[in-house]
């Protein structure tokens, strides 16, 4: 019997226009004065380099690691001092990210009613942010921390999504298998046993998958349809 239900939040619970909120992204981390504090003349290209580090972890740290550590190699910029400034923006600049997204009623009421319901919620988000910057977006969709039993991040995580350890190693920690868990989210290449949201839909629309699919108003009717726990 399915007793959980993991979703994704960027797109899904959150939703968003991803270019505008990655083009504002990116202004801002330049806006910040990272890359004077990187010094050097490639800070840039090292900061992309260390995301593409996490995005490629094996499993041999945690995200948050493999990302200091790329940077250090690259610049040699102390990583406490770069943890502390990332704390910072995540605490100011980023918050204006807000204006890229929106609260859907529908994504809101699909939480509340699964809870109700007795499903195990858990929020498997791509783990590229610190705990302050993933907990503003969920603020931002008009959800808290506590709907969920379990929340990945940078610093509790050792793999990315496509990768399909990023799942397994949560069905680990969380006691669960495959078999039991809902899968709902917005990108065609995750693989779903679930609901596919389409509003913010990433990747060829026609390889989506057979799976039950539809707008924020028909992921309601799911979370409805399903059986109380």
Known sequence: MR???????????????????????DALIDQSGLFEFLGGTHTKAAFKKSIHAMLQNDGRALNSDVFLNTLY?????????????????????????????????????????????????????????????TNARIEWAGLDIN?????????????????????????????????????????????????LVLDHLIGDARRVPSCAKGYYSDLLGFAESLPKI
């Open 147 to 195: 709907d969920f039993e379990y929340i990945s991040y940078f610093d509790n995580s050792r793999y990315c999504k496509p990768n399909s350890e990023y799942f397994l190693e949560i069905l680990d920690k969380t006691g669960l298998s495959a078999r039991e868990c809902y899968f709902v989210g917005n990108d065609v290449a995750d693989g779903f046993e679930g609901f």
């Open 3 to 25: 007793k959980a239900v993991f979703f994704d939040l960027d797109g899904t619970l959150l939703p968003l226009d991803m270019e505008k909120f990655m083009h504002g992204y």
């Open 73 to 133: 190699a690259e610049t040699k910029a102390d990583p406490d001092a770069v943890s502390q400034h990332f704390d910072a923006f995540y605490k100011n600049g980023f918050l204006s990210l807000k204006s890229c997204t929106r609260t859907d009623r529908h994504a809101v009421k699909t939480i509340a009613l699964l809870r109700q319901k007795g499903y195990r919620l858990v929020l498997a988000t791509n783990p590229l942010f610190p705990p302050v910057a």
